[in-house]
DNA sequence: TTGCATACATACAGCCTGTATGTTAGTTTG
DNA sequence: CAAACTAACATACAGGCTGTATGTATGCAA
């Protein structure tokens, strides 16, 4: 037998990473698909385990438990969506555009199938509001505060980080009833029209009909 | 209902009607109470049974399943928050004016111990969202509808139904927001600005605060 | 080659859920 | 008012699941 060493790209079964990864890949992934089609909690670990083709020591080994496992599942997926809300809302566009594009590429990149589930129903649940928006704490409540805060609220009076929150949280909701079959256009219309009910065209402003004036 | 023997002092055992109404209650008290500490997923049978003092066979006489019990505490609960708002709102009001006291009233009522962890968190969770919300449909969202409805909307363009579902979420963050120890004062104003930022001051314009003085 | 660590597989203990099966007490009926 | 029936429980049991302990084989380093 001949020994081949020191080969960047082994040819011989698997280096241990390549396992490693492998595995991990494969769990992450069977994890989800149960995960988002019966929930965290009616999701047994032998059925992930058989989904991924694999035994439960293997998921043992890698991952702390069940609940660690669903958290780098969510991390997963909250990544995307905070990278799909970046890649539309580029820094260097005027702050009320850059708002309502970041406003459209949440909405749709939470139209991935099961996202909604994982991240607003079965995350909260499972790990806790406070864990859950750690969670995804980089996500649209955050960018969203960034995006009223360069752009203005039509109103000084009221606490911008307050009306951040109440605003990701109607953004949840209309991501959640475009997955339940809801209008999806009327319904991100109305998220919209929200959103610029709220944001004012603090600049001198282009399109909006008139500027909201009063002041404390 | 009108057979009510008049033994002096039902010194006698206990009716079953009795019995069935005193044990209910008392599953219904502890599963609450256990629900809201760990979480539907985290509370076992057992333990419920413990706190309330009697064994499973009787929980099982009474409730079809875990979930079954859970349902009717989650029910208990919504027809609390709605009877509150219904109560402070009355309909006799200005559609304005009890638009706002209803908002008031909501938050206020949510802030009863565990309520939005309950009806918000381990409902959707463990129901569903669908069932989550036909068991508390009833409230926030449709008096919202109705109140939007009869106030108007700033907009005549965007569906008012889809606005309603969007302010609801909204205020089930609110509540959650102040739940989890957030400045209640702030995040109520937040809150009641953006309906106000909603509705349509039919009668008088968006220039005053003064037609949303409360009176009596 | 020798030795150790990694990546698994297998086996096991404890708990939980739902059901089946008793047992006691209330209620109805002739 | 007593027998028959039924409701309200308690107890026992059968699967299934989670997490851990233990065994094994392979990569990897000295």
Known sequence: ?????????????RSNRDRTEATRAALLQAARELFVQHGYGDTSTPDICAAAGITRGALY??????????????????QAVQAAIEAAAPAQRLPQEALLAGSEAYL??????????????????????????????????????AG???????????AVDAIA?????????????????????????AMLWLVRQVAAPAAAAQKTPSAVRRRR
Do not use: C, W, Y
């Not at 020994?3 to 079964?13: E, F």
């Not at 805060?149 to 009221?158: I, R, W, Y």
């Open 148 to 158: 009223l805060l360069e752009t203005g609220l039509a109103d000084a009076t009221v």
């Open 61 to 78: 080994h890698h991952f702390v438990d069940k609940l660690d496992l669903f958290r780098q599942v969510l991390q997963q997926e909250a």
């Open 108 to 145: 749709d990149a939470m139209t991935v199938p099961g996202r909604t589930r994982l991240l607003l129903i079965e995350g909260p649940a499972a790990l806790g509001v406070a864990d859950s928006l750690a969670v995804d704490a980089a996500n649209a409540a955050a960018s969203l505060r």
């Open 165 to 189: 929150q109440l605003l990701a949280a109607a953004f949840d909701r209309a991501a959640l009833q475009i997955d339940a079959g809801a209008d999806a256009a009327a319904t991100r219309a």
């Open 1 to 13: 037998m001949q020994r081949r060493k020191a080969q960047p790209t082994p040819v011989t079964p």
